[in-house]
């Protein structure tokens, strides 16, 4: 046999290069996670016959990333104990790798301790993996736990580790399937491997008993039904193993199918993000992983702890007699005793008799194939005849249609009972089978051997093929008994892979570096991008005929993809939105998603070609848009792998595209793409100027006629994008010189420069300032202050369409660095301040729910009580924490725990902190003390709105669409509103008045009085999800999916505006009280100020210094905070004397001006809250980590 069961063996775990999850250099401590690194692998990708390892399985084998911890495996602690879980991959074309995996705490080498800092005798989680295209997952299960226990054995082993592995993988072959067992010895453990036979139903190594006991029937039959109608599914829980085993299960349930679209069952944590993808998926979740922010919309979630599935879109039930059919087989199987005695009281039969025959039996084998045969049975007899309705053509069309009517006949059901079939018969699953049936022989069709078995009366059994004898192959070790010295080799850790000297001197110059950057006080200081060009280990494990081989796999198909999606976006209809269509949405995400750079330098020779082919061009406003946007991201990713070639191209197309405004003139996208930072880097117009020189099809001229003609090119360019005279002209000068051109060449030069950008202002006015390239990447700001720009417009486009591409088709994004866009940086020595900016660690989940104690809240007669300013959070650790930023360095001031599950709102007031859980449950906990007081019980999901209101009273909201009313005092439910109404996302309420306001999922603002008990109104006029809500006196402000804010009037229950100019959901609103205004924030990353002028209300003012999703806006009287998904905040003033001085015509919300903004950080955040009072902004990442910032520090 040439094919061997075992491809590779690879360790992964903290390599030589540290940086955590969010992109920050070097070590910060144990309260983070890193990121992951291949460290060894068997054999080494240039010695092996099969591809390399998957370039996402570091990322996948320990999704959660990487953490350091103070001490090892502790056998009196389960939780220090090694982990033993598989997980599977699946490529571009379908196929599957299978992955065993076993995590556990390491030692951190001496070397990377000592050149990053860390501390002596750290531990840091490791994995060891094998990888195999065989799906015998209980074989590599038993491989990799023997070789665990040999390396850390007291006894040892007898031969070096690395030798054991190298033989095994080496030459232990695949089984033929139903003839051979191969038996082979990791030291003196025998274990084997065999197949069953290929005419059977396809090997499943697994047990099938995990889903049973995870699901009770009527769910498990949701869930099949799901995975047939090809919806999005996430499956949820706390165990890696669970998820992958019942993923597995399902997929084998729906045999002869197959299941054709994104399969991740263990998803990294980093990729929660995919979630929201459009095109159907199943994916496996852990449930530590926060998904509050994500739409979620249409998404069918499993919760495997808790037996329960979440949908937003109705699933058609399976039609009978296939759903009684379902039900019962599966309810004999698992409880044949109950059936039984069932049956009894419809005979006279002896009771002992039908015992006799139950089986007590634990969970085997056998149950498993008894489970597969249910359901096999019920799509032999669901698509019964269905052979007869397969058209003979060369296209294998199956007539639906006339299989509908045929059944409808049958069966005697109207035809909208037939709504899950005709979803089904539409499924891609079900055109690749039938696309199967048709092209292939048909021996081997379990569903049509089953089908003609019971045609025939005959036992379903009768299908499988009986096992014969096997042969016995034995696969030995010569060299284990053979040294006469009897040696033992034991460890301490798992050992390393012996190393090459080019791999030696390359860890040598990375953990140089990274020592080399470290400060007098410890800290790790980000190295020069340009030292660590080319040195990481993963960038150089592929060589250029194997990189090359990987790249053709998928150019072909992403390219096909993409020139369709590209004409399809230009033929979208005027009524139609290209930053909201799948077309978009997907081009965006395929040039997101690939480190490699197939999507973005494919999109570009899309619009090469089409511009080849003789379209002119021209585009709409808002196609305009979505191809600038797109163009702004693959010349953004092209950047960061220094891929110039496809930013040369993006380049010379955006000179082409353009628009025209009202007067006729028209706009070039390139103009639209001065805010990269590419163009500031003069390497990039030398390497593009050389480019031109090699690709002139006139290099017979004269020298200096070719050197300035490609010269004229180059400054073309840069005019079009709006680079400013002087800077421009250094660069064609600096070019021009090293090419040895005359004065008289460099005088045309300059001519010719000055004219294009006379011509340039002539047409469009004069640019606009840039913001410093490097801030976009969270290096320090080079000014002395932190300063942005308003007039830079954001490069965050629309989410739609992302989806799982980057786990398919990209490299780990920890490999790409940026050595073009961070060319000048600012010298590294500088004086030390006081930062405004604090880290406040505790939780070990990611923060969503994030709460400011005001000084509203807490005054009382005496004055401002000591928790004013306060900042209290919330965790999916289900913990509560309470920050006093007042300490510096010991901000924390108790936790307080409860909860079982991730905290979603919280509320205080003088005396008391509530909070609210998707455990279902509310906790009033007294602030004195840190002591619950009462457990507030009655909502029947998530609850997503909590309130302290005066009088001892508590108000909460719940995905079950209830509002209720508590009285602390007594532990009781006073009033409940909203009996019906869908999900509630936000939540006011003004306790003056009793008016109450309400808003979610069912697209209805709905207005009650609580008091009264009744409802005033439901405002309608939204199409999609209300995330805000905002109510001050008559007026209620709300924000939507749809793009739009919608005015309300309370007293008349109308709409008395819409406010229409964003790009994106709207996730926040604000009234600013000083001036009446209106402030909106979307995903679109853009603040718009919004004003009341003679009856209408118009846009006054746009601010983008964020580039991501807005997430929170606070308004007082002189000051506003702003926090974006992205880590970065801003602080706006409204001078007191500014306000008198305003006529009645003018702007009044341009009085608000930028004050300060901090550094950004890389990070993902979920939440934000503003103290503006003391000028300080918090906000929650997904890293468990609080930002602090504090405005009026140095200033």
Known sequence: MSSRIFEYFVVCGIGPEIQTLDGEKGYHGTGYKYAVSLLDQFPATDHSLYPPP?????????????????????????????????IVLTEGDGSKIYVSCIAFRDPVCKDICEAYGIPANSFADKCICLVSRYPSFSVLRDVLEELFNLCFSSVGSSLPLWDIIAHMVSNVPLPTPGKDRVLFAIDNCLLSVEAPPKEGLPHADISFQHLMQCLDVDNLIKLFTAVLLERRILLRSNKYAL??????????????????????????????????????????LHSGVDTFGLTMDGVVIVDLEYNQITITEEIPPVPEPELGFLRGEITRLLHPKIVQIDQLKKSSGNVFDLHGKGSSRPWGQEHDIQL??????????????????????????????????????????????????????????????????????????????????IGRGQSPAAILPSQGELEIITISDPEVGSEGSGAKYCYDRFPSNIRTEEQEEERRVILATASGNIDHSGKYAPSLPSLAVGLDPRAESLSPRERAAERERMVLDIKVKLQGLWVRLLKLGATEDPLSSFEYGTI??????????????????????????????????????????????????????NDLATIRDALEVSAEMYKKDSNNVPDYIQRQLISLSIWDDSRFWEAYFENLMECSSSKSVNYVILVTTQLFIVASHMAGLGIPDNDAWNVIETIGEKNNLGFKQLIKLRGLLSHIQQLRIGYWGFSAGKVQSILSYGLPSPRPQDATDESQQTTEASGVGRS??????????????????????????????????????????????????????????????????????GSTDCTVKIWDPSLRGAELRTTLKGHTRPIRAISSDRGRIVSGSDDHSVIVWDKHVFQPLEELKGHDAPVSCVRMLSGERVLTASHDGTVKMWDVRTDTCVATVGRGLSAILCMEYDDSTGILAVAGRDTVANIWDIRAGRQMHKLQGHTKWIRSIRMVGDTVLTGSDDWTARVWSISRGSCDAVLACH????????????????????????????????????????VTIHSASILSINAGEHWLGIGASD??????????????????????????????????????????????????????????????WEATINI
């Open 372 to 453: 597969r045969l249910i359901f096999l049975k019920f799509f032999a007899s669901l698509l019964s005849g269905y052979r007869n309705f397969i058209e003979n053509s060369a296209t294998h069309v199956f007539n639906s249609q006339a299989f509908l009517k045929k059944r409808a006949r049958s069966t005697n059901q109207p035809p909208e009972s037939m709504t899950m079939i005709s979803q089904f018969l539409d499924s891609q699953g079900f055109s690749d089978y039938v696309e199967r049936v048709a092209t292939s022989d048909g021996n081997f069709n379990l569903l049509h051997k089953l089908q003609d078995a």
């Open 54 to 86: 998957p370039p996402q399985l570091s990322t996948c084998v320990l999704p959660a990333g990487i953490e350091f911890y103070d001490s090892g495996i502790d056998s009196n602690d389960v939780s220090t104990c090694a982990r033993s879980y598989p």
């Open 243 to 284: 998820l992958t085993l019942v993923s597995e299960a399902i997929c084998h349930l729906i045999y002869p199918f197959r299941w054709q679209h994104v399969y991740i069952p263990l998803l990294f944590f980093k990729g929660v993000e995919y979630i929201d993808a459009p095109t159907p998926y199943m994916m496996g």
């Open 1127 to 1188: 880590n970065s905040m801003s602080l706006f003033h409204r001078p007191q004397e500014r306000l008198g001085s305003f006529s009645s015509t003018g702007s009044k919300m341009a009085g608000w001006q930028l004050y300060r903004t901090p550094q950004k950080t890389l990070a993902v955040v979920r939440c934000v809250a503003s103290d503006l009072d003391r000028k300080r902004i918090c906000s929650g990442g997904r890293n468990g980590l609080l930002r602090l």
């Open 1063 to 1102: 790009a994106g959901p709207i996730l926040c609103v604000e009234h600013s009280p000083a001036d009446k205004g209106i402030i909106t924030g979307s995903i679109d990353g853009i603040l718009r100020f919004w004003e009341n002028e003679e009856g209408r209300i118009k846009c006054t003012k746009n």
């Open 804 to 873: 799982w591409v980057q786990s398919m088709f990209s490299r780990d994004a920890a490999s790409r660095i940026n050595s073009l866009s961070r060319a000048q940086l600012p010298s590294p020595v500088q004086k030390k301040i006081q930062s405004s900016v604090r880290i406040l660690k505790g939780h070990s989940g990611a923060i969503t729910a994030l709460h400011c104690v005001t000084r509203r809240e807490v005054w009382d007669l005496v004055g401002d009580r000591e928790d004013a300013g306060f900042f209290i959070s």
């Open 588 to 641: 965006l995400a395929l040039i997101e998603s690939d480190a490699e750079g197939i999507g973005g330098s494919g999109f570009v020779e899309c619009i090469r070609e089409h511009i080849h082919s003789g379209w002119q061009c021209r585009l709409t406003e808002e196609q305009f848009i979505a191809v600038r946007e797109l163009l702004k991201t693959a010349i953004s990713r092209a950047a960061s792998r």
